[in-house]
């Protein structure tokens, strides 16, 4: 499995944004399906939102739709996490997780856990009020 790391995170004020990056320590993240999860104290880990790097295919969960924006860059061998209209619930730790090579499309069902087989050591986004 192709090991990431994630990158971007930090401090906001609510209404603000951040820019979070997703990128392989090795391999090609066009093979892969890239999904982005985000644990907060307390609660369990939360799909946010993936990307299929073959396909394009992107799946939003309800938390993300409308603010976030998901996207991949083949040049860049990444993909991005654009988030926006922040608030305090989005404080969070981000985790952005590879699913098994060659897979397509990103729909909800490629929202569960158990389908990553790689995971990054996430990254904390904290939005002030």
């Known amino acids: 499995q192709v090991p990431v790391v994630e990158s971007g995170g930090g401090l906001v004020q609510v209404g603000g944004s951040l820019n979070l990056s997703c990128a392989a320590s090795g391999g090609t993240l066009d093979y892969y399906t890239i999904g982005w999860f985000r644990e907060a104290p307390g609660k369990t880990r939360e799909g946010v939102s993936c990307?299929?790097?073959?396909?394009?295919?992107?799946y939003y969960g309800a938390s993300a739709k409308g603010r976030f924006t998901i996207s991949k860059h083949s040049a860049e061998n990444a993909m991005y996490l654009l988030l926006n209209r922040l608030n305090p619930d989005d404080t969070a730790n981000y985790y952005c997780a590879a699913g098994p090579p060659h897979s397509i499309q990103c729909t909800d069902q490629r929202m569960g856990i158990m389908f990553y087989r790689s995971w990054g050591r996430g990254i904390q986004v904290t939005v002030s009020s």
């Open positions: 990307v299929n790097g073959l396909d394009g295919t992107t």
